[in-house]
């Protein structure tokens, strides 16, 4: 037995490099990280691609060692080039994304020391810092010193936390599922959708609480309809505003709608995983008035704080809250609960094992400063706006309304022919194009383009491009309809 053990010891000394072999290793990653970055300039938002890429990407995995620089090779060939490029300043999409260089070095030293970020016997390290970065944002909800929430891995997973939260807040019952009501509006999210159908909510009663011309829940719809529901004999349960909705950034009207739930005792969640770190700005902190009285909100740290994919917050004004919800005992975990009243991130939300996330977001916070970040933010704002009013100036253009935080809705129609023709044609040439990207949607029936500004690495030559590409590819497609 001491001879296969010494045997598979030796077999299996590769998964621990040397520091020649981990420097070599390094070289042709970081040599590859900073082609790609160097480049980005020169690079697509966006390369199309037919499933003849799937038979590319297929390399298998085999049972011997194949060469770091091969590998790199591989990914950057063949995985990374096709579909959306996310890093790209011409990401005009969907929400965009970001990708600061500082987390992804948060990432790295978070993965090689590998602390176990769950827990606070176990890293009370990760933990506090988890938890002072959960604090900041917190402070910047304007949440008392009763808050707190964990980092979760984006958007979806932090709602469906929010959803399962309020639903034990409020003691629904199995029996109580079907009276028990909840508001939102058509602009909300589908990942709500989802979060009810996964928390056992899926038969609750759905009021889609209609939006006026600029996107937003009308409030006086909202209490009408809690009355009414009342005197039906249901249980209003939970409202789900939106701080920028992703259709069209709009921000429901938060200080109407806090006044409603705290009348009614219903729970207010806010969606603010698009628009919440413009909280940073004036603007933003005027129009999420009230957000400090909802009892939860979302923030997606890789939308609005640039950071690579991954992470999303949920914090909760009562921390107690988020506990009830998620308290758990076993066995094997007996050395872990420590008398402290320190909760550890596992005991706020569905995760056990995590990585250590905080780190990815307390690094760039640290390096650059705040500052930075909420100049980055004004500037989008500012984009979107000089864009909107650039666009409803062109001939032919028309603009849906102003973008409050930094997305908004536009098409061509020059009043003759079908418009939703000639923007799919539009949408069509510059996608193929690719140097910009931009996703549609529909509104009223009609097919709209949508301009989102959101990538760190959008800046005013990025919009003045965009709107020259515009004019060009509206006049061509014309022509080819
Ligand atoms: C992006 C987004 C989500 C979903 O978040 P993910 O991080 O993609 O899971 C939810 N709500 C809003 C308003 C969003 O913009």
Request: glycine content about 8%; proline content about 5%.
């Amino acid at each position: 037995m001491i001879e296969r053990i010494k045997d598979l010891q030796e077999k299996s000394a590769g998964l621990e490099p040397d520091s020649a072999r981990r420097k070599q290793m390094k070289q042709s990653t970081d040599a590859y990280a900073e082609r790609f970055l160097e480049s980005l300039s020169g690079q697509k938002a966006y390369v199309r691609f037919d499933q003849s890429v799937d038979k590319e990407l297929h390399s298998p995995i085999k049972e011997t060692p194949q060469d770091i620089s091969d590998i790199v090779s591989f990914i950057e060939n063949k995985v990374i080039p096709h579909g959306l490029n996310p890093a790209s300043g011409g990401h005009l999409g969907f929400i965009p994304g970001g990708g600061l260089p500082a987390s992804a070095l948060g990432d790295y030293l978070a993965a090689v020391t590998n602390p176990y970020a769950g827990i606070y016997y176990s890293s009370p390290g990760a933990v506090l810092m988890e938890k002072q970065m959960i604090t900041w944002m917190a402070d910047l909800v304007g949440y008392p010193s009763t808050a707190g929430g964990y980092l979760a891995s984006g958007g979806s997973l932090s709602n469906l936390t929010a959803v399962i939260i309020a639903r034990e807040a409020h003691e629904i019952k199995p029996a109580d599922i079907e009276k028990s009501v909840v508001y939102l509006s058509e602009q909300t999210h589908h990942c709500v959708e989802r979060a009810l159908k996964m928390s056992g909510m899926n038969y609750c009663i759905r009021r889609y609480i209609p939006v006026d011309d600029r996107f937003k829940m009308q409030a006086e719809i909202l209490e009408k309809t809690v009355q009414s529901d009342l005197e039906k004999g249901y249980k209003p349960w939970i409202v789900v505003a939106s701080a920028g909705t992703t259709d069209a950034g709009a921000v429901d009207p938060i200080d109407k709608i806090a006044k409603i739930t705290s009348a009614y005792n219903l729970w207010f969640h806010v969606d603010a995983a698009y628009g919440g770190f413009f909280l940073l700005t004036d603007k933003g902190k005027q129009l999420m008035k009230g957000i400090e009285q909802s009892d939860s909100v979302v923030l997606d740290p890789h939308k609005g704080l640039f950071t690579p994919y991954g992470l999303g917050a949920l914090i909760v004004r009562s921390e107690e809250a988020a506990a009830q919800a998620h308290r758990y005992r076993a066995h094997y975990m007996q050395d872990t609960k420590n008398t402290d009243a320190v909760y550890s991130p596992s005991d706020l939300s569905p995760e056990l094992s995590k990585h250590f996330r905080a780190l990815r977001m307390w690094l760039p916070l640290k390096l650059h400063g705040v500052a930075a970040f909420r100049a980055a933010l004004e500037e989008k704002m500012l984009l979107a706006q000089y864009a909107h009013e650039q666009i409803s100036k062109m001939p032919g253009f028309e603009t849906g309304p102003e973008p409050e935080l930094s997305v908004f809705m536009f098409r061509c129609n020059p009043g003759t022919g079908d418009p939703d023709k000639l923007n799919r044609e539009i949408h069509r040439m510059i996608i193929d194009d690719g140097e910009i990207f931009f996703s549609t949607t529909t509104h009223k029936g009609h097919f709209m383009l949508r301009l989102a500004v959101l990538s760190f690495r959008t800046h005013l030559d990025t919009i003045d491009e965009t709107l020259r590409t515009l004019k060009e590819k509206a006049e061509t497609a014309a022509q080819n309809i």
